[in-house]
């Protein structure tokens, strides 16, 4: 998921810049519905759809695309299946269908685009509505009062999208509790993974920026960082110090907060006696991580943090079973997808949604590779 950053970029720099957006896929695909990468005009490239083999085809549209200005977009269609086409299907040899959308980041897109970051950035959600009508294309964005969307939806005419929602939501907060060699190795694969990470410790010493140069830095007593950090339902929180009364007073403080997600480290004698005196609630992962046979520091964080994914996905049992997780829909701006809804004008409002601003017309170019 590299939509934060991709907002990011995009509050921070007026960089001329092209957002490409995978629309669709029929059969296999590196990335799924939804993903996004942001390509500057100065060479600079944000977040990938595929291994690299659609990147450097789009890299040439991409000036295009930005000289054909505001509400101009570009459909580009790559069929990779080596029976039906030479150039891309012969040479890559992935077996799938990909429509990409090339959109210039200017005028009411970058606005809404900045706009969004605001919200996502205060801890709200938010969809990004496109409508495409013949030549037009329109956009909006909703606030989500209920956050019960599901990420990435479109609906097509006659084989051209005319309708797409994605929902972009804040970075779920991941809570490192223990500052220790565990800790730096899941934060070094977790930073990559698209969470916001604290590292929490009673030990000031060990919570360093030198070690963790990212993370927010949380110090004091179990009761003291929880109250700190306001935890809540969304938050992830791992629980790594190794030392057993201060685990313990955490885990009787964070039980009841209902988080999405408690992992514990360490052998099944030491959960025993952390347990002693609390029932085990299905959010806790104990011991923590899937089980792959991991050894050390780093193997063990590679399997806890491909467990917070799966939890994030909302495939846990699926993937503990060791069963492969299905599915067309993926994340764009980290979303799932909704019913189609509301009219194709411009703006922000609520769930409900008072339209706003309207946008110009643009033309749709549709090519075949």
């Known amino acids: 998921m590299d939509v934060h950053r991709l907002l990011q970029s995009i509050v921070d720099s007026e960089e001329p810049s092209v957002l490409a957006t995978i629309i669709d896929v029929n059969g296999h695909s590196y990335r799924k519905p939804g993903a996004c990468m942001l390509f500057k005009l100065d060479g600079e490239q944000i977040g990938t759809i595929s291994p690299g083999c659609l990147e450097h085809d789009l890299l040439e549209r991409t000036e ?98 005319d ?23 899941i934060y070094s694969i977790a930073r990559n993974a698209d969470f916001q990470l604290v590292i929490a410790d009673w030990r000031a010493g060990m919570c360093t920026n030198e070690r ?50 408690i992992g514990i480290m360490g052998s099944k004698n030491r959960i025993r006696m952390l347990f002693e005196t609390f029932l085990m609630p299905s959010n806790v992962r104990a011991p923590i991580g899937l089980s792959i046979g991991a050894d050390g520091p780093y193997e063990i964080a590679v399997s806890v943090v491909a467990e917070l994914i799966a939890v994030r996905a909302g495939r ?26 509301g009219t194709a004008q411009a703006g922000i ?8 601003r309207q946008h110009g017309s643009s033309c749709a170019s549709s090519m075949q590779r």
Request: aromatic share 8%; hydrophobic share 40%.
């Open 163 to 185: 309708r797409m929602f994605f929902t972009i939501r804040p970075r779920p907060r991941l809570v490192i509790f223990g500052a220790g060699k565990d800790a730096e190795a």
């Open 64 to 161: 295009r695309v930005w000289l054909s200005g505001e509400g101009q977009f570009e459909i580009a269609q790559y069929n990779m299946k080596p029976e039906e086409d030479a150039i891309w299907g012969e040479a890559l040899g992935c077996g799938g269908e990909i429509r990409v959308l090339l959109e210039p980041v200017t005028g009411l897109l970058r606005e809404l685009l900045i706009e969004a970051a605001a919200i996502v950035g205060g801890g709200r959600s938010v969809t990004l509505e496109r409508r495409l009508v013949h030549s037009d294309i329109t956009y909006r964005i909703r606030e989500r009062v209920n956050d019960t969307a599901e990420p990435v939806r479109f609906t097509e005419i006659d084989n051209v999208p």
């Open 316 to 341: 846990t049992e699926r993937a503990r079973r060791g069963a492969r997780a299905d599915g067309h829909n993926s994340y764009l701006f980290g979303g799932w997808p909704e019913q189609a809804n």
């Open 212 to 261: 963790f140069p990212e993370a927010l830095i949380a110090i004091g007593a179990p009761a003291e960082i929880v109250a700190e950090l306001a935890m809540s339902r969304n938050d992830y929180l791992i629980i790594c110090s190794h030392q057993l009364q201060q685990d313990k007073e955490l885990l009787g403080i964070a039980l009841p907060l209902g988080l999405a997600y």
């Open 349 to 356: 409002g609520a769930d409900a949604g008072d339209d706003a």
